[in-house]
Nanobody, 123 residues
Framework: QVQLVESGGGLVQAGGSLRLSCAASGRTFSRYAMGWCRQTPGKGREYVAA????????YYVDYMKGRFTIARDNAKNTVYLQMNSLKPEDTAVYYCAAASDTDTIRTMNSKDWGQGTQVTVSS
């Protein structure tokens, strides 16, 4: 099991950028696939992006490609989500997840989740 703590959320104007961070505990961080999901008001949780353990293979939900970038630093036990050109519809609580593979994150079946960080994009 891995403990996850997100940070970096906040209020930003449309068109702006934010970088979310997720710090993981445990010495086996580099073995995990990591990813991000979000939950918007009135909607369920949706997948955003995932990274394999090596950081070289990254995956995104189609409509976020080009605006969001996932990256990880295994030496720092941290995964990031760089979000650019933010839109009001990106307003959500963003959650970090860890799993044995990226498919588990994509289907939101991870057992390990952070507490979430709020992102609010004003128009």
């Amino acid at each position: 099991q891995v403990q996850l703590v997100e940070s970096g959320g906040g209020l930003v104007q449309a068109g702006g950028s934010l970088r979310l961070s997720c710090a993981a505990s445990g010495r086996t961080f580099s073995r995990y696939a990591m990813g991000w999901c979000r939950q918007t008001p009135g909607k369920g949780r949706e997948y955003v992006a995932a990274s394999r353990w090596n950081g070289c293979n990254t995956y995104y939900v189609d409509y976020m490609k080009g605006r969001f970038t996932i990256a990880r630093d295994n030496a720092k036990n941290t995964v990031y989500l760089q979000m650019n050109s933010l839109k009001p519809e990106d307003t959500a609580v963003y959650y970090c997840a860890a799993a044995s593979d990226t498919d588990t994150i994509r289907t939101m079946n991870s057992k390990d989740w952070g507490q979430g960080t709020q992102v609010t994009v004003s128009s």
